[in-house]
């Protein structure tokens, strides 16, 4: 049984060395400066539904030195203040202010909600920003690894990775 299974092993394909993923390094451009506040709540009401109400009086002011944690349970309302605060919920009462100078870029836990996993890469660059050339996403996306056929396949035949 022992010579049969090392018999076994011996006829194997052996398969070349893994590969490691390429290293991504994260180049953030600083930006411009721009006169506080960037973004604001004043007695801000949120939530989803009228009457439901999940944070209620919020005060928050954001400038270029601010740096925030939101921690805490499941439906404590992180997500629903991120997104009233960046103009994504409306609120209920109160106000909210952005300047007209701020673009906002956000990565969100299910970033998968906010893509059509039918198109590939390329094409949802070119949706977004129709003005660049295909070339340039390319190149881009061949940074993070994506290269070739992959970055023209449709999404969903790609790992969430």
Known sequence: MVQSRVKAIQR????ADVITDPEVVFMFPNPEK????????????????????????????????TRIALVGPNGAGKSTLVKSLQGELELFDGYRFIHNRLRIGVFTQHHMDSLDLKMSAVEQMAVRYEDVPTEKF????????????????????????
Request: aromatic fraction near 4%.
């Open 34 to 65: 721009i006169s506080p506040p960037l973004m604001r709540l004043d007695e801000a009401v949120l939530g989803y539904n009228k009457g439901t109400d999940i944070l209620k009086k919020v005060n928050l002011s954001v400038d270029l030195e």
């Open 138 to 161: 390319r190149s881009h996306l061949g940074a993070f690894g994506i290269s070739g056929t992959m970055a023209l396949r449709p999404m969903y035949l790609l790992s969430g990775g």
């Open 12 to 15: 194997i394909d052996l398969i």
